[in-house]
């Protein structure tokens, strides 16, 4: 399954862009981030999937909490 896991990160980078293109507001963006830093973490040989899968996780679930409060007020103003 690692060797199909680059295809499928850069899949759903591909996807959380696109979506983000066709809205006005930051939806998934986080979820683009997340998806970058697996895509890079499954270049690297012999890392398993589930930590890919916990990166893509963590990064999401932290830059989901810290940046978008900061970003909705920005885009408020």
Not at 47 to 64: G, H, Q
């Amino acid at each position: 399954m690692e060797e199909y896991m680059i295809f499928i990160w850069l899949a759903l980078l591909v996807v959380a862009l696109i979506v983000e293109a066709c809205t006005s507001e930051l939806v998934s963006i986080w979820f683009a981030s997340g998806a970058l830093v697996s895509l890079i973490l499954s270049a690297i040989p012999n890392i398993p999937w589930w930590v890919e899968l916990i990166a893509f996780l963590s990064v999401s679930i932290a830059l989901l909490f810290a940046v978008r409060p900061l970003t909705t007020k920005a885009l408020k103003h």
